[in-house]
């Protein structure tokens, strides 16, 4: 059955960095493009954007530009989300969620890594 | 703010017939399919509806979609108290370039 397992919980301080894995199975990775969406305390979806795990090629969400570099290692059908120069707001739950394509359902997701911060 | 606009709730007792509206534009809703989300309390989104109308197996056909212009309904028949969740909408935007959502719509079960 197809599974998407992420990385545990985070805890930052502002500016640091965050890297959140995403291991797949069940499922032939290079296939689904991976998406990541994050969720803020209590708020919505957010898209953050995909990398295409065949060719690497990647497509960011406007709002993340310059901060947020996605990647995979197909030898273990992972892939990682880097998120730089974080901020209080970001604070969120992350998750990757698997899609055929750039555009069309996100049709299985991983349980989410929630990112908080440290005073 | 988010470019899709659904309310923030609604509610209903069970069996009746609840629907949740997304309000969009034509370089959202109006331009491509729209899919639907549940989520359930302290969990990852689920697949609820996908392009307009289909649903993933498992998925009962309580759940329906109709689709007009640059909006888009979600309807729930013979509502159940598992119905209970968050209820969001989303659609590719050709013009960002990106995939956008509603803020989503609690729905409570009576």
């Known amino acids: 059955q197809v599974q998407l397992v992420q990385s545990g919980a985070e805890v930052k301080k502002p500016g640091a960095s965050v890297k959140v894995s995403c291991k797949a199975s069940g499922y032939t990775f290079t296939d689904y493009f991976m998406h990541w969406v994050r969720q803020a305390p209590g708020q919505g979806l957010e898209w953050m954007g995909w990398i295409n795990p065949n060719s690497g090629g990647t497509n960011y969400a406007q709002t993340f530009q310059g901060r947020i570099t996605m990647t995979r290692d197909t030898s273990i059908s992972t892939a990682y989300m880097d998120l730089k120069r974080l901020r209080f707001d970001d604070t969120a739950v992350y998750y990757c969620?698997?899609?055929?394509?750039?555009?069309?359902?996100?049709?299985?997701w991983g349980q989410g890594t929630l990112v908080t911060f440290s005073s | 703010q988010s470019v899709l606009t659904q309310p923030p709730s609604a509610s209903g007792t069970p069996g009746q017939r609840v629907t949740i509206s997304c309000s969009g534009s034509s370089s959202n809703i109006g331009s491509s399919y729209v899919y639907w989300y549940q989520q359930l309390p302290a969990t990852a989104p689920k697949l609820l509806i996908y392009r307009n109308n289909q649903r993933p197996s498992g998925v009962p056909d309580r759940f329906s979609v109709s689709k007009s212009g640059t909006s888009a309904s979600l309807a729930i028949s013979g509502l159940r108290a598992e119905d209970e969740a968050d209820y969001y909408c989303a659609a590719w935007d050709g013009s960002l370039s990106a995939w956008v959502f509603g803020g989503g719509t609690k729905l409570t079960v009576l």
């Open positions: 969620a698997r899609v055929f394509g750039g555009v069309g359902e996100f049709d299985y």
